[in-house]
Nanobody, 123 residues
């Protein structure tokens, strides 16, 4: 069983930056896909970024050029670097993971989820 714990959320003004962390209880990077999703009040959960076991990254169009994903395998930690934040980025952010080679931003494909961390961007 994979356990995911997010941290790093908070409140920031528009144009600011935040870094979210997701620490996994199992070494899933070598054989699986990890991703970040977000869900704003009243909206469906949407994919933000996904990274597969060889480092190929998929980005949502809304965050290209502003968000980046990275990982530290030794720490079993995935990071979401967010810059030039906008009020529309306000949401609960979730880390997700799955075993296997499949990797995309389809929320239905992920087996493991963290508890979420709140990001609030004020104008």
């Amino acid at each position: 069983q994979v356990q995911l714990v997010e941290s790093g959320g908070g409140s920031v003004q528009a144009g600011g930056s935040l870094r979210l962390s997701c620490t996994a209880s199992e070494y899933i990077y070598s054989s699986g896909c990890m991703a970040w999703f977000r869900q704003a009040p009243g909206k469906e959960r949407e994919g933000v970024l996904a990274i597969d076991s060889v480092g190929f990254t998929t980005y949502a169009d809304s965050v290209k050029g502003r968000f980046a994903i990275s990982r530290d395998n030794a720490k079993k930690t995935l990071y979401l670097e967010m810059s030039n934040l906008k009020p529309d980025d306000t949401a609960m952010y979730y880390c997700a993971a799955r075993h296997g080679s499949w990797c995309s931003l389809d929320v239905s494909g992920f087996n493991y989820w963290g508890q979420g961390t709140q990001v609030t961007v004020s104008s």
